[in-house]
């Protein structure tokens, strides 16, 4: 969750300046020989992956910072967050896949930095490789599992998460149902919200929101990351040297890497994604076959679909887009905003507010278009309205929020005893149905989906 900010690295170098200025940023950087004696690697691909890590660095949040934002806790310098971010050989596309934490995964044989003793292959949990060997031994677990070559390593902690957000001036998040987690103290209503730092670490920690647990915080991490680079394209830091120094800055001074990747690096992929937007960007998560995989000595672990898995990485490999078609630069499909509730559960009587002739017909085929169940017989309003208003049972208000995505703007007005058929009086300020898609929370996203499908809605217009 914290390994979002350092791709802003990359994003963030498309200012283009200078090689000196990049050379004193690259010096903050603190290095690992994270590829140190490794053998029988798998053959390099086109393009670069990068194994991005959060690890638990509170050691350096302030007092005020643990209170507000639910920090507290002894520093583990543990990691629960794994992402391979592979850049297209083209640098046109980014493609990003989490990898659960509690994975069923085998460490290799190697040998325990402390004691010098050789250790034996054995099955353990994803996040395990870490504690036990290090940056090395995960690297190496990784590239067992995935086949794939990894050629750089980055490790993020709290710190610079929360100051990239910050020095950016907070990233947009939208939601279309309450988030409400008191272990992390995070508290949306739906809507749209600018989080600051400490918000947004509260966002992407989040566990308890949803029946999801960890699947539905990787798929709010990874609409974070989409939103951070919506933010860094459209917020003017690429074009100005003092703020792209003051963002990389707060992002390198507690970042850990590998000593390859270093100033050319970072020019060299910053020249090359000057366009870079989250329509060029792609996420997914590594097909999940069995989410309560048990194992004696681990308990609970979460087992890949071995045959979907290897579809993912051999795209990875052979430098292909996950999505249908690549994207294009600067260019998308408008993005759908994800419900609750299947749009096909839901019915829907459209009535015409306005004296427009012809708007309930408009309306009902749209809302019918993105899914709904409209009546498909919309009728006249007893009377104009300036706004459109949803009227709903409260026993159905997710459903109302669900129908109010795909009509934003419009009033909720709770009328009980309604029953299950929503109302929509279509009043003047109408304009179009927005598409959304359902999500259900509990199972894991099983699809590849693009930046700008993930981003709040008119985010950057």
Not at 275 to 304: C, D, H, R
Not at 359 to 385: E, N, S, Y
Not at 406 to 419: D, S, T
Request: glycine share 8%; proline share 6%.
């Amino acid at each position: 969750m914290r390994a979002v900010s350092t791709l802003s690295v990359v994003v963030l170098a498309s200012a283009g300046i200078g090689h000196a200025v990049m050379s004193s940023l690259d010096a903050g950087i603190a290095r690992i020989d994270a590829f140190k004696d490794m053998k029988n690697r798998p053959r390099a691909g086109q393009g670069m992956n990068i194994l991005l890590v959060g690890t638990d660095g509170r050691d350096r949040i302030t007092a005020r910072e643990r209170r507000e934002y639910r920090l507290g806790g002894v520093p583990c310098h543990c990691t629960d967050t794994m992402m391979i971010v592979h850049v297209s050989e083209n640098r046109e596309r980014a493609t990003v896949v989490s990898l659960p934490r509690d994975s069923y995964a085998e460490v290799p044989a190697h040998t325990d930095a402390a004691s010098r003793q050789e250790v034996a292959a054995h099955p353990v949990k994803l996040n395990a490789a870490y504690a036990e060997g290090g940056p090395q031994l995960t690297i190496r677990t990784v590239e067992n599992m995935t086949h794939v070559k990894i050629d750089h390593y980055l490790e993020v902690d709290f710190t610079s998460f929360m100051r990239t957000v910050d020095v950016l001036g907070g990233v947009n998040v939208c939601t279309t149902t309450p988030l409400k987690d008191s272990y992390t103290g995070l508290d949306l209503s739906p809507g749209t919200h600018m989080l600051s730092g400490g918000q947004a670490l509260q966002y992407v920690r989040a566990r308890h929101v949803d029946s999801a647990s960890d699947f539905g915080r990787m798929q709010r991490q990874q609409r974070f990351l989409a939103a951070l680079i919506e933010r860094a394209t459209s917020s003017g830091v690429l074009l100005n040297p003092m703020r792209f120094r003051d963002v990389t800055r707060a992002v390198l001074g507690s970042v850990r890497a590998d000593e390859g990747f270093g100033t050319d690096e970072l020019l060299d992929l910053g020249r090359a994604m000057r366009n870079f937007s989250p329509s060029s960007s792609e996420f997914a998560t590594v097909p999940i076959v069995q989410m309560n995989y048990t194992v004696k000595g681990l308990g609970s672990t979460v087992k890949w679909d071995q045959a979907k898995a290897e579809q993912l990485f051999s795209a990875l490999r052979d430098d292909k887009p996950l999505t249908v078609d690549q994207p294009q630069r600067g260019h998308g499909p408008a993005p759908s905003a994800p419900v609750e509730v299947d749009p096909r559960q839901i019915r829907v009587q459209v009535e015409n507010g306005t004296g427009t002739i012809g708007l309930g017909k408009r309306v009902d085929a749209g809302l019918a278009a993105t899914g709904f169940a409209t009546t498909r017989l919309p009728v006249t309003a007893a009377a104009h309205v300036p706004h459109t208003v949803i009227s709903y049972d409260p026993r159905w208000d997710r459903s109302a929020r669900a129908l109010a995505a795909a009509l934003p703007g419009a009033q909720l007005r709770a009328v009980p005893g309604q029953g299950p058929l929503l109302r929509v009086i279509a009043g003047a300020d109408f304009k179009d149905v927005h598409k959304v898609h359902f999500e259900d929370p509990a199972q894991p996203q099983q699809t590849a989906v693009r930046g700008s499908e993930v981003v709040c809605p008119g985010a950057g217009s």
